[in-house]
């Protein structure tokens, strides 16, 4: 048979319980909830502080203010589970803190590490590629390297009025010749033909007005190639950015298993204080079911 507690009886709880409310005056209060203190709520061990990292004081003090409204805790225990409850719920703020520092280095850290490529490595991609000019053509950096020779070309030739074979040869990666070489060498050899008859100044500004029209061609292509390699270069990094918001797996879960044991700590601090409370006012709270629960697998 399960005992009652008798309306005598509770009646008398809440009359003991009138008579230990702690503090009443502001100066009291005052006093009373710099008791934590003492459990060391605003000691070395909760604030984190180093040369590069220093958490503030001023912010725990002040959630410790709105926690102090919010349950007015009376005598150690209920001042106790308060600090557990203000010291888990600053713990979690830093594990938020702990997972955007994480997101932001993955997001800025891989940008920044592909705003710098290796062009060591893309030369050697362009060279091992078979045709460097081809493989050019499927980047920006490529397509930007192409005009740049393009123009170098055009400005030669608009001063002395002739496709060389050293103009040639600036297209030439590492000697091998590639789909650009050939159809500047192919247009070499075709200019140098003397044909018609025409004499040497006329022939001189016909082949230059034909060669900077070739020239002009290409460019625009290469141009055009460049502007297209940069777009769909920046849609990919925008979906690799999108991709990096979430940590990786490792870091994920050192961060939600932390999360758990501090929600875990949180509940249970404020579910004994509610409990105090109760008590306090005189309820008759049945004792708490206790589970032990392991985090093993």
């Known amino acids: 048979m399960q005992n009652t507690t008798s309306v005598k009886q509770i009646a008398a709880n809440q009359a003991n319980a009138q008579k230990s409310t702690g503090p009443k005056t502001p100066e009291g209060r005052a006093v009373s909830k ?146 650009m070489s050939k159809k500047m060498e192919a247009l070499r050899v075709r200019l140098s033909q003397n044909s018609g008859g025409a004499d040497e100044a006329a022939r001189r500004e016909e082949v230059k007005k034909e060669a900077l029209s070739f020239i002009d061609r290409e460019l625009f292509t290469v141009e055009w190639a460049q502007r297209h390699c940069e777009k769909r270069e920046a849609a990919e990094e925008e979906a690799r950015q999108a991709a990096a918001v979430l940590p990786s797996p490792e870091v994920l879960d050192k961060i939600m298993r932390y999360e758990t044991t501090l929600n875990r700590q949180l509940f249970r601090a404020m579910s004994q204080l509610e409990r105090m409370e109760r008590m306090r006012q005189g309820e008759a709270v049945p004792a708490p079911l206790m589970m032990e629960v392991s985090e093993r697998t």
């Open 34 to 179: 710099m008791n934590a203190l003492k459990h060391g709520i605003f000691s070395k061990e909760v604030l984190v502080s180093g040369l590069n990292i220093k958490e503030s004081r001023r912010d725990l003090e002040d959630i410790y203010e709105r926690f102090w409204q919010e349950y007015s805790p009376v005598g150690p225990v209920e001042e106790m589970l308060v600090d557990q409850i203000i010291t888990a719920h600053w713990r979690l703020r830093r594990a938020l803190r702990a997972e955007s520092g994480e997101i932001t280095l993955s997001v800025d850290g891989g940008h920044w590490a592909r705003s710098r490529p290796n062009i060591q490595l893309e030369v050697m991609r362009w060279d091992l590629s078979g045709d460097a000019a081809h493989a050019m053509q499927d980047s920006a950096m490529g397509n930007s390297t192409l005009a740049g020779w393009l123009r170098e070309v055009r400005a030669h030739l608009a001063k002395d009025g002739e496709l060389t074979k050293a103009d040639v040869e600036r297209f030439v990666f590492h000697g091998k010749p590639n789909i």
